[in-house]
C-alpha cells in the first residue's frame, strides 16, 4: 500500500482541534525509518468508525507507551 493512500486512509481518524489533542491516544506509524510518518488519533473514534480498529484496539497485549497505543 503506497504512503499516499495509507495517509489518505488515516486523514479521517485524526483529531483536527487543538483542544482534543489531549485526547488522543493512539500513535500510528506509517513506512520504515528514516522515511515514516506519525499520525495520533482518539482510540473511542477509530473504534466507532472501524470494525478492524475495533478489534486490534481491543487487545489485551497490544504495545503502549506513556499511556497511548502504538
Do not use: H
Not at 29 to 56: H, L, T
Amino acid at each position: 500500500m503506497s504512503r499516499k493512500l495509507v495517509t489518505r486512509a488515516f486523514s479521517k481518524f485524526k483529531t483536527k482541534e487543538p483542544k482534543e489533542v489531549k485526547d488522543n491516544d493512539v500513535i500510528i506509524y506509517v513506512g520504515k525509518e528514516p522515511d515514516f510518518k506519525e499520525f495520533q488519533s482518539n482510540s473511542k473514534i477509530m473504534r466507532s468508525k472501524s470494525d478492524y480498529f475495533k478489534k486490534i484496539l481491543s487487545d489485551k497485549n497490544i504495545e503502549k507507551k506513556d499511556e497511548k497505543y502504538v
